[in-house]
């Protein structure tokens, strides 16, 4: 008897194991079918559709279109044509993409009539395959090139009703590997049914290698758009390469539009070549007329004085009593910058910088929620654990920055940096009492203001740490508040002190006030020294980053910038979108779900709603002091989503709150993967978007924008 319940337990438990394998491999063959079916159903489309078509060449000879000549008429089209292929030879225009306008002439339209637009390129034949519907019978087609002065277009061929090619996308192949593992790491009977407390390895394990998969995320996103990397070899960026090195590196800027480079100064080179020749100002001396003007912050008056004396001013940087300074925090170009001019005498490349900060900041965020979850919500799956942290991360506006790997963006990710893994010792030290992540945690917060001042709050969590204490000191009799923090407060303080000195006396010497960090006498497009602070951009902020809805079409890239339509009457400086953080973030809400029931679990209320506040602050001081800017969702979103973060925890951690864990982590799915979805249409929206601040890559890669719009448009 008792040999044989042990041997039924065991051939239980395989049966079990063989029961979960089977269906694993089950759910991986259909994840396999449905790729299968939309890479063949869905993406090629069109491909199915023209297989029996052979194609009609409509031209005689290739036909070259100008700016005085740009149109092409084809006469006596087939009556069937519902597809054509614009056959590009050679483009000599803007950024190499072919815009093109169709008209057609049918049996209900005995006028020419506009069929809509299209934009392709030569170095990806698919954008030239372009389907149509028409009114019975087709009869002429007029093909209208937007072309400027000096642009030119040889079109070798246009085919009428041509067999669309069969193309496997390796970015299409990259998303179903991506969601093919997302299912299987958290399908029902997977991650999400084993604890944190029941299996630390495997947390272990797990972590580490959602932290490898960001990282790797992130480097591609990055090399995605090269131009952006700042590194140059010979067949690297090879344009920008210069003779006689190794490699070089060099600062973005627009390769069609030379002009343009003063508006892209290497802010942080200039800084690090001045401090190592002994000065704090930038060695670029401002041109004479600026001391002559009466007000140096009128854009209309440099640009007057511009025009006058034909000698340009540096765009973007802090004009102060006759000389240029940098307002952008000082820390990273003392980490980056500086070093490698001492050593190399080359710029540091910014892309590289912004990826640095944005891994780290990633690594430091999945390790915080690691181990608070590891100390006080162990009763959670291993499985929500990894949604939280990719909850967490998507939330946290970081493509603004990957995308936008500029001198912009450097700053504020290393803020990020600094903030999460000061919040990090700071917990550490509350847990352990350590002298040592005491120190490293006040280090760490005092350099947020060397990097991002307005990230500076962040120090707040000082507050909840000595509330922390408390309690702690209260449970334990036999010691006090006093005897707890006297050991150790100076710890603490000391490197904050220490750095807000050095910080207070760097702005005095160049502006004459320890407080001021020069963003004020910024020369750009509006005199920021007499902005003030407006309830109306206060509350056009609120709506913009927050809470206005995303732009969506049924055309390629599908999410485009958001209606920046306000009735507020004054200056404002209003840069691309793409919807406001709780209306395309659903992630978010998880704070507001969490915070409303989670009153009887008040340290975590306390903490969630003091992360809300903060990245709330930070949202309308942003407003006010520079505008809406797409990328200042930096600044605000990974506050935000780490008391989402929190909450969703919360939520599965705690029965007594009213939410069962079935539903908390229904909840929790849903969240993550329409955050996913939407981040996915945002990468999109940065490789399609034309203009503006938010530059999409067919200004400086027409070749990955067309492989983009190939892959993943619906057309044909």
């Known amino acids: 008897m008792n040999k044989t319940l042990p041997a039924r337990h ?23 079918l449905i790729c299968a079916v939309l890479e063949v159903v869905v993406f090629n489309f069109g491909n199915l559709r023209t297989l029996d078509e052979t194609g009609e ?53 005995s006028a020419f009539y506009e069929l809509g637009n299209a934009t392709m390129t030569q170095s990806a034949p698919l954008t030239q395959y372009l389907h149509f519907s028409t009114y019975g019978e087709a009869k002429s087609m007029k093909l209208q090139f937007r072309l400027a002065d000096g642009e030119s277009v040889k079109v070798k061929q246009v085919v009428a009703n041509p067999n669309y090619p069969f193309v496997v996308s390796p970015f299409r192949i990259v998303l179903y590997v991506l969601a093919t593992g997302f299912v299987l790491t958290f399908r029902k009977n997977g991650l999400r049914r084993v604890l944190v407390k029941d299996n630390e390895h495997l947390l272990n394990m797990s972590t580490a290698a959602l932290v490898v998969v960001y990282v790797v995320l992130m480097c591609s996103l990055l090399l995605l758009k090269s131009i952006y990397v700042g590194v140059a070899t010979d067949s690297f960026n090879g344009q920008r390469h210069e003779d006689g090195k190794s490699f070089s590196t060099f600062v973005f800027s627009d390769p069609n539009n030379p002009a343009a480079d003063r508006f ?31 007000n140096p912050y009128d854009l209309y008056a440099r640009e007057a004085a511009v025009q006058e004396t034909g000698e340009e001013y540096k765009w973007d940087v802090a004009y102060y009593e006759g000389r240029y300074y940098l307002y952008f925090g000082i820390v990273p170009c003392l980490l980056l910058y500086l ?10 490349p910014a892309g590289i910088g912004v990826l640095i900060g944005v891994a780290g900041y990633g690594l ?35 493509l603004y920055a ?39 945690s006040g280090l760490a917060l005092a350099l947020v203001f060397g990097c991002r001042p307005q990230l500076g709050i962040s120090i707040l969590f000082a507050f909840p740490t000595l509330l922390w204490l408390y309690r702690r000191a209260k449970a334990d009799s036999a010691s006090s508040l006093r005897e707890i923090l006297a050991p150790r407060a100076g710890s603490f303080v000391l490197p904050i002190v220490v750095v807000g000195c050095l910080l207070a006396l760097y702005n005095y010497a160049r502006f004459g006030s320890p407080l001021d960090f020069g963003a004020n006498y910024n020369l750009t497009t509006n005199d920021m020294t007499f902005r003030e602070a407006s309830p109306g951009l206060a509350l056009q902020g609120i709506f913009f980053y927050l809470l206005q809805p995303a732009n969506m079409a049924f055309d390629f890239p599908y999410l485009f910038a958001a ?9 404002n400086i209003v840069e691309q979108t793409f919807g406001g953080a709780f209306a395309t973030l659903p992630f978010l809400l998880g704070a507001v779900l969490a915070l409303r029931r989670a009153t009887k679990s008040a340290p975590w209320s306390l903490a969630i709603a003091a992360l809300c506040a903060m990245g709330f602050i930070i949202a309308v001081f942003d407003s006010i002091a520079a505008g809406v800017l797409g990328r200042y969702m930096v600044d605000f979103c990974p506050f935000f989503a780490t008391a989402a973060g929190i909450g969703f925890m919360v939520l599965e951690a705690n029965r007594d709150l009213g939410c069962s864990k079935a ?33 999409g890559v067919n200004q400086f890669d027409p070749a990955m924008w067309g492989r983009l719009c190939s892959a993943f448009s619906l057309a044909g």
Request: net charge negative; hydrophobic share 50%.
């Open 339 to 348: 070093p490698m001019y001492l050593l190399t005498g080359m710029t540091f």
């Open 563 to 571: 209606n920046d339509a306000t009735s507020y009457l004054g200056v």
């Open 264 to 294: 892209h100064v290497d802010r942080y080179y200039e800084l690090a070549k001045s401090i190592a020749h002994g000065r704090l100002n930038l060695e670029i001396d401002p041109p004479s007329w600026m001391q002559k003007i009466e």
């Open 364 to 398: 430091g965020l999945v390790v915080l929620l690691r181990t608070l979850v590891k100390n006080f919500f162990s009763n959670i799956s291993i499985g929500s654990f990894l949604l939280v942290s990719i909850g967490a991360l998507s939330s946290s506006g970081l």
């Open 663 to 695: 539903l908390a982590q229904s909840l929790l799915v849903a969240a993550v993967v329409v955050t996913l979805v939407y981040n996915f249409f945002l990468l999109l929206a940065f490789f399609g978007v034309d203009g503006g601040s938010t530059v």
């Open 57 to 109: 060449g409509l031209l005689s000879e290739p036909a070259e279109l100008t700016a005085a000549s740009n149109e092409l008429l084809l006469e006596n089209v087939p009556a069937d044509m519902g597809d054509v292929r614009v056959e590009i030879a050679d483009a000599d225009v803007s950024h190499s993409l072919v815009s093109v306008t169709l008209y057609l002439q049918d049996e209900g339209n």
């Open 10 to 32: 065991a051939q239980e438990s395989r049966f079990q194991s063989r029961w979960r394998a089977a269906s694993s491999l089950r759910l991986l063959l259909i994840c396999l």
């Open 402 to 440: 990957i995308l936008r790997a500029t001198s912009y963006s450097l700053p504020m990710v290393w803020g990020l940096l600094f903030a999460v893994w000061g919040v990090w010792f700071l917990l550490k030290a509350c847990l352990s009492l350590k002298k040592k992540y005491f120190f490293f």
